[in-house]
């Protein structure tokens, strides 16, 4: 029971402080680099993150509200079902 | 709030419709350019999400201590929303993060709270599904600790030193930034009491199914 209790200790620690070296911030930049000689990975346009950060929050609320609208509807359906069940007894 | 809520749906309508020629006509903000505008939706995201964590916490506070079913069916509508608006901030705010800091994301504090308080909520409503009969009292005080967490997620970036800007930013934004923010925060306060309203809806026809089971079954 105690070595299973140690090897729970150790695994969890093992996976904490794994994940807390994995989340380290990148090294610190140490020389000045003109915005022209950036790599074309790091100078990325706004304007398709603009649009997809906009596109994602109409995105969801019309999700949701579709989600409202579905469970709405099969609560009603369910209600009505049991309405019939009732009247026929 | 029946009687209001045609009146809201058409107001709130008409802003999210009116947003897009407010946001376009606000200047570039000199340093970030373009990327700026993601705070019209971002900022409102994170105001809703407020909104939404109050009622949530009210409501659970008082199903927790006076077992009011009402309440709870306002807590639950409530703490879907505080999900969805967190989700909204928590997507747009990397995209934002990307272009203007140069990575997806930060371990800083205000970041990682608020992804914390995030994960409180979709606790909330992992209890409320699967906890079984009962859990509701459960979920309440989990809400209760999540509301909680609120207050620091917001001042934390006042306390601590993080790569996120302060809570005064907003406050002194020239009138030429703050108009659109203040409209499209507007917008989305309405779109959750619109979401809210409907919500508590389908938690009320809920409750009425689960009486029509129990009449049934006498």
Redesign the interface.
């Known amino acids: 029971m105690s070595l299973c209790r140690i090897m729970i200790a150790l695994t969890s620690w093992f996976l904490l402080s794994t994940s807390a070296f994995a989340?380290q911030?990148?090294a610190a930049q140490s020389e000045y680099v003109p915005l022209k000689d950036l790599p074309a990975t790091?100078n990325?346009p706004?304007?398709p993150?603009?649009i997809?950060?906009?596109a994602?929050?109409w995105i969801?609320?019309m999700f949701?509200?579709w989600t409202?609208w579905r469970?709405?509807n099969r609560?009603?359906t369910?209600?009505r079902a049991?309405?019939q069940?009732?009247s026929r007894r | 709030m029946r009687k209001a809520f045609g009146p809201l749906v058409v107001v709130g309508a008409a802003l999210f419709v009116a947003a897009p020629y407010f946001i376009a006509q606000a200047p570039y903000e000199s340093t970030m350019?373009?990327?700026q505008?993601?705070m019209y939706?971002?900022v409102p995201?994170w105001i809703a999400q407020y909104c939404a964590i109050t009622v949530c916490g009210v409501a659970s506070a008082i199903y927790l201590f006076k077992s009011h079913p009402v309440a709870d069916r306002y807590a639950v509508s409530a703490a879907?929303l505080v999900v969805?608006f967190g989700?909204?901030g928590l997507?747009?705010g990397p995209?934002?993060a990307?272009?203007a800091w140069?990575?997806w994301w930060?371990?800083d504090v205000r970041l990682t709270s608020a992804l914390l308080m995030e994960l409180i909520f979709v606790a909330y409503l992992l209890v409320r599904q699967y906890g079984g009969p009962g859990s509701e009292k459960l979920a309440s005080a989990t809400a209760l600790f999540g509301t909680a967490t609120g207050p620091f997620v917001y001042k934390s970036v006042d306390i601590w030193r993080t790569v996120h800007p302060k809570t005064t930013v907003v406050p002194t934004l020239p009138s030429s930034l703050g108009a659109p923010l203040a409209l499209t925060s507007a917008a989305f306060v309405l779109?959750f009491v619109v979401?809210l309203t409907?919500?508590v809806?389908?938690a009320e026809?809920?409750a009425?199914?689960d009486e029509?089971?129990l009449?049934?079954e006498d």
């Open positions: 989340t911030p990148p790091e990325v706004a304007a993150f603009l997809a950060a906009y994602f929050v969801a609320a949701y509200l409202i469970r709405l609560v009603e369910d209600m049991l309405a069940k009732t | 350019g373009l990327i505008k993601i939706y971002h995201s879907e969805l989700l909204m997507i747009t995209l934002w990307r272009k140069g990575v930060q371990w779109l979401l409907l919500r809806n389908l026809r809920q009425a199914l029509m089971y009449a049934l």
